[in-house]
Protein backbone atom coordinates (compact mmCIF):
# COMPACT_ATOMS: atom_id res chain seq x y z
CA UNK A 1 0.00 0.00 0.00
CA UNK A 2 1.40 3.09 -0.73
CA UNK A 3 0.20 6.88 0.23
CA UNK A 4 1.22 10.30 -0.94
CA UNK A 5 1.11 13.48 0.76
CA UNK A 6 1.70 16.91 -0.51
CA UNK A 7 2.66 19.75 1.39
CA UNK A 8 0.72 22.60 0.34
CA UNK A 9 1.31 25.63 2.96
CA UNK A 10 -1.82 27.68 1.46
CA UNK A 11 -4.12 25.19 1.64
CA UNK A 12 -3.14 24.40 5.24
CA UNK A 13 -3.71 28.52 6.23
CA UNK A 14 -6.95 28.30 4.03
CA UNK A 15 -8.10 25.35 6.36
CA UNK A 16 -7.33 26.62 9.73
CA UNK A 17 -8.33 30.17 8.97
CA UNK A 18 -7.52 33.13 11.02
CA UNK A 19 -6.32 32.02 14.20
CA UNK A 20 -8.73 33.66 16.78
CA UNK A 21 -7.61 34.65 20.88
CA UNK A 22 -9.60 32.98 22.90
CA UNK A 23 -10.01 34.02 26.39
CA UNK A 24 -8.31 31.30 29.66
CA UNK A 25 -11.11 32.40 31.91
CA UNK A 26 -14.84 33.67 31.22
CA UNK A 27 -17.34 33.88 34.07
CA UNK A 28 -21.02 35.20 34.02
CA UNK A 29 -22.57 37.31 37.13
CA UNK A 30 -19.35 37.98 38.83
CA UNK A 31 -18.71 40.20 41.33
CA UNK A 32 -15.05 40.96 42.82
CA UNK A 33 -14.32 42.36 45.86
CA UNK A 34 -10.65 43.95 46.18
CA UNK A 35 -9.75 44.81 49.86
CA UNK A 36 -6.50 46.17 51.29
CA UNK A 37 -5.06 45.03 54.89
CA UNK A 38 -8.65 43.96 55.34
CA UNK A 39 -10.72 47.01 54.64
CA UNK A 40 -12.96 46.90 51.55
CA UNK A 41 -11.80 49.03 49.16
CA UNK A 42 -14.24 48.27 46.40
CA UNK A 43 -16.65 45.92 44.24
CA UNK A 44 -16.80 45.22 40.88
CA UNK A 45 -19.90 43.45 39.35
CA UNK A 46 -20.29 43.21 35.83
CA UNK A 47 -22.37 40.26 33.84
CA UNK A 48 -19.27 38.85 31.56
CA UNK A 49 -15.71 38.73 32.57
CA UNK A 50 -13.04 37.39 30.25
CA UNK A 51 -9.18 37.17 31.05
CA UNK A 52 -6.87 36.56 28.35
CA UNK A 53 -3.30 35.93 28.40
CA UNK A 54 -0.17 37.01 26.50
CA UNK A 55 2.81 39.15 26.93
CA UNK A 56 0.06 41.78 28.28
CA UNK A 57 -2.97 40.07 30.01
CA UNK A 58 -6.18 41.55 30.46
CA UNK A 59 -9.64 40.70 31.67
CA UNK A 60 -12.21 42.16 29.37
CA UNK A 61 -15.57 43.21 30.48
CA UNK A 62 -17.56 43.25 27.37
CA UNK A 63 -21.41 43.58 28.38
CA UNK A 64 -20.17 46.65 31.11
CA UNK A 65 -18.88 46.88 34.48
CA UNK A 66 -20.01 48.58 38.01
CA UNK A 67 -17.56 49.66 40.29
CA UNK A 68 -18.39 50.68 43.62
CA UNK A 69 -15.32 52.40 45.53
CA UNK A 70 -15.59 52.54 49.70
CA UNK A 71 -13.65 54.62 52.19
CA UNK A 72 -11.69 53.33 55.40
CA UNK A 73 -15.68 52.86 56.79
CA UNK A 74 -16.81 50.97 54.12
CA UNK A 75 -19.37 53.99 53.11
CA UNK A 76 -19.44 53.90 49.65
CA UNK A 77 -17.89 57.56 47.91
CA UNK A 78 -18.21 56.61 44.06
CA UNK A 79 -19.53 54.62 41.72
CA UNK A 80 -18.53 54.12 38.11
CA UNK A 81 -20.92 52.15 35.35
CA UNK A 82 -19.81 51.58 31.59
CA UNK A 83 -20.72 49.14 28.98
CA UNK A 84 -17.51 48.06 28.23
CA UNK A 85 -14.26 47.99 30.45
CA UNK A 86 -10.75 46.45 29.72
CA UNK A 87 -8.54 46.13 32.54
CA UNK A 88 -5.15 45.91 31.80
CA UNK A 89 -3.36 43.77 34.58
CA UNK A 90 0.46 44.43 34.65
CA UNK A 91 0.26 48.06 33.80
CA UNK A 92 -2.72 48.41 36.41
CA UNK A 93 -5.22 50.77 34.39
CA UNK A 94 -8.38 50.07 33.86
CA UNK A 95 -10.23 51.70 30.70
CA UNK A 96 -14.19 52.47 31.11
CA UNK A 97 -16.03 52.69 27.44
CA UNK A 98 -19.09 53.68 25.77
CA UNK A 99 -21.80 55.56 28.00
CA UNK A 100 -19.02 56.21 31.34
CA UNK A 101 -20.76 57.89 34.10
CA UNK A 102 -19.45 58.43 37.61
CA UNK A 103 -21.21 59.95 40.20
CA UNK A 104 -19.62 61.17 43.97
CA UNK A 105 -21.14 60.73 47.54
CA UNK A 106 -22.18 64.40 46.47
CA UNK A 107 -24.35 63.43 43.69
CA UNK A 108 -21.81 65.23 41.31
CA UNK A 109 -22.13 63.63 37.62
CA UNK A 110 -19.19 62.59 35.10
CA UNK A 111 -20.19 61.57 31.72
CA UNK A 112 -18.02 60.81 29.29
CA UNK A 113 -17.14 58.30 26.42
CA UNK A 114 -13.37 56.63 27.76
CA UNK A 115 -12.26 56.98 31.44
CA UNK A 116 -8.67 55.74 32.54
CA UNK A 117 -8.33 54.59 36.18
CA UNK A 118 -4.96 53.98 37.26
CA UNK A 119 -4.87 51.88 40.13
CA UNK A 120 -1.83 52.58 41.34
CA UNK A 121 -1.96 56.48 41.59
CA UNK A 122 -5.81 56.18 42.78
CA UNK A 123 -6.57 58.38 39.86
CA UNK A 124 -9.14 59.04 37.09
CA UNK A 125 -8.40 61.06 33.68
CA UNK A 126 -9.59 61.15 29.96
CA UNK A 127 -8.59 63.30 26.80
CA UNK A 128 -12.55 63.21 25.60
CA UNK A 129 -15.19 65.15 26.23
CA UNK A 130 -16.59 65.67 29.67
CA UNK A 131 -19.91 66.60 31.10
CA UNK A 132 -20.22 67.10 34.81
CA UNK A 133 -23.35 68.18 36.42
CA UNK A 134 -23.42 69.72 40.23
CA UNK A 135 -26.08 70.62 42.17
CA UNK A 136 -26.32 74.25 40.83
CA UNK A 137 -24.05 74.18 37.47
CA UNK A 138 -23.28 71.90 34.33
CA UNK A 139 -19.73 72.20 33.44
CA UNK A 140 -18.23 70.94 29.85
CA UNK A 141 -14.93 70.43 28.72
CA UNK A 142 -12.26 68.37 26.97
CA UNK A 143 -10.51 66.13 29.54
CA UNK A 144 -10.63 65.93 33.31
CA UNK A 145 -7.87 64.46 35.69
CA UNK A 146 -9.58 63.44 39.04
CA UNK A 147 -9.01 61.49 42.16
CA UNK A 148 -10.48 57.63 42.15
CA UNK A 149 -13.18 58.31 44.12
CA UNK A 150 -14.34 62.21 42.18
CA UNK A 151 -13.97 63.95 44.71
CA UNK A 152 -11.47 66.75 43.34
CA UNK A 153 -11.41 66.82 39.82
CA UNK A 154 -9.53 69.59 37.46
CA UNK A 155 -11.44 70.03 34.09
CA UNK A 156 -8.99 70.74 30.80
CA UNK A 157 -10.37 73.17 28.04
CA UNK A 158 -13.34 74.33 29.69
CA UNK A 159 -16.05 74.44 26.53
CA UNK A 160 -18.89 75.66 28.89
CA UNK A 161 -20.72 76.33 32.27
CA UNK A 162 -24.16 76.55 32.42
CA UNK A 163 -25.24 77.34 36.10
CA UNK A 164 -28.85 75.82 36.72
CA UNK A 165 -31.32 77.80 38.92
CA UNK A 166 -33.53 76.00 41.63
CA UNK A 167 -37.11 76.75 41.64
CA UNK A 168 -36.62 77.75 45.35
CA UNK A 169 -34.66 80.55 44.48
CA UNK A 170 -37.29 81.83 42.52
CA UNK A 171 -38.70 84.96 44.27
CA UNK A 172 -41.94 85.30 42.19
CA UNK A 173 -45.02 85.25 44.25
Known amino acids: MLFSCENNKELVKDLA??????PVESASDIE???SDGGVVRMKLN???????????PYIEFSQGVQVLFYDSLKQPESKLTSKYAINH?????MEAKRDVVVI???GEVLNTEHLIWDQQKETIHTNEFVKITTADEII???GMEADQHFT????????????IKNDEDNTNP
Open 17 to 22: GEKKVL
Open 32 to 34: IIY
Open 46 to 56: APVLERYLGNE
Open 89 to 93: EFKKI
Open 104 to 106: NEK
Open 140 to 142: MGE
Open 152 to 163: RYKIKNITGTIN
